[in-house]
């Protein structure tokens, strides 16, 4: 199980140039988690690696084959996202059974356990069914499959918060259950955290940061104190944020490298802090064009 891209590109006509020079090594089981903020590149780079799109320029690899109409990627690998679309008027019991034909190693008994669960009726119609619920459907099609390699779109859109929690509790099972290459996309890092063992960060098409949970949490770290304090002890940081929490006291979020001393800055009674993996992710892949304040702003 493998997943391997060399310098891909992938344009939308002369000008869109949509994934630019991208290098990955996926080997072996892992929940990754896939960030970047709209139009970063995230659903282009999934369909090139379902074998829905072809890559302009490059090479890509799906265990050991370019999955680009290919039947093999077609069994081995499923896209979950909310554009999964089945025959028009075919109810939710027959959909199952088109899967369980399908897919070699599709589980019977996950998908009615996960269906009966969520409260599914067999003769509803795929087409009927609310965003939410539609969603969580194609979700448990998706864990069902147990494709070799499972790839999630933004899996949990419409769904209310009770339902995100026990489909990430389902997808962790499933995965502890049959351990598979699983990337998911999303914009609710905070809410997937748990589970991933790795991440990688997107921006402008193109990968920036493929990190462990672990690594991402040793990424960085925060000085906390007076804002003056917090200024000069940053001056010749790397600060991949900030933020004024409360009168003159300032949170500063700097990249953990050799240059950053933190002795200093203890020294001068800034608290020093933990910085999750989400802040890390929020902070490393957040505009840089000021705040949309600035907007209204302007017209005062
Ligand atoms: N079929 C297409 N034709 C032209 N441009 C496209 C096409 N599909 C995607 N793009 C462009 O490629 C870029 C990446 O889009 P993509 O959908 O991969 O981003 P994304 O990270 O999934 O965004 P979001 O979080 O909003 O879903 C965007 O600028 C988008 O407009």
């Known amino acids: ?15 869109q140039v949509a994934i630019k020079n991208t290098n990955l090594l996926l080997e072996g089981p ?8 709209n139009g970063a590149g995230k659903t ?5 690696i379902a074998g829905f799109l072809k890559p302009s320029k490059g090479t890509l690899m799906v265990n050991g084959e370019m999955p680009f109409n290919n039947i093999a990627t077609a069994t081995n690998v499923s896209l979950i996202d909310d554009g999964m679309t089945f025959p028009e008027g075919l109810d939710l019991g027959t959909i199952l059974s088109f899967g369980a034909s399908m897919y070699p190693n599709w589980n019977e008994e996950i998908a009615e356990g ?5 409260e599914f009726d067999p003769k509803a119609k795929h087409d009927a069914l609310s965003k939410g619920k539609k969603s969580l459907f194609n979700a448990i ?9 499972t790839l999630f779109d933004e899996p949990t859109t419409g769904m209310d918060e009770e339902t995100r929690r026990d489909f990430y509790r389902a997808l962790l099972k499933d995965y502890l259950d049959e351990p598979r290459i699983m990337l998911v996309s999303s914009h609710h890092i905070e809410e ?25 949490e040793e990424y960085s770290f925060s000085f906390t104190g007076p804002a003056v304090e917090v200024d000069e002890a940053t001056a010749d940081s790397t600060v991949l944020s900030e933020e004024a929490v409360g009168p003159n006291l300032k949170r500063a979020v700097l990249k953990r490298d050799l240059r950053t001393i933190p002795e200093p800055m203890v020294d001068r009674g800034l608290k020093v802090g933990h910085v999750s993996a989400t802040e890390v992710c929020r902070a490393l892949t957040k505009s840089r064009k000021g705040v949309v304040d600035d907007v209204y702003g302007k017209r005062e």
């Open 44 to 48: 282009t780079l999934l369909h090139m």
């Open 1 to 15: 199980m493998k997943i391997e891209l060399d310098q891909v590109y992938k344009r939308f006509g002369k000008q």
């Open 30 to 37: 892992s929940i990754t988690g896939l960030v970047g903020r």
């Open 141 to 149: 099609f998706g864990l069902a499959a147990r494709t070799p390699i």
């Open 114 to 118: 996960l269906f009966a669960f969520f």
């Open 192 to 216: 997937l955290e748990d589970l991933l063992e790795a991440v990688i960060l997107i921006e402008n098409g193109s990968i920036f940061l493929h990190e462990t949970i672990p690594d991402l």
